[in-house]
């Protein structure tokens, strides 16, 4: 009885196959891997920019639009240009 009841434990109705999934997953990381080294290997390089629109409106009549406008075109942060 103690046999069977040994089976049963190893038995596992949703088992995990972490031996496949590890190995998988390292495939899946090696061809990442190549894929960049490739993309370097030619040398074409992407630089990513984005488009920052500030919407910037006066909370009164007497505000000195020109003042407003050198303080925002004044703000300044790693990444703008």
Known sequence: ADNAED????????GSDDEDDAEHLA???RRAQEQ?????AKGKVAIAKSSIVFDVKPWEMDTDLDAMEKSVR???MEGLV
Do not use: H
Request: no cysteine; glycine share 6%.
């Open 7 to 14: 089976e049963d434990d190893d038995f596992e109705l949703f």
């Open 27 to 29: 495939e899946i990381e």
């Open 36 to 40: 960049l080294a490739a993309k370097a």
């Open 74 to 76: 004044g703000i300044t």
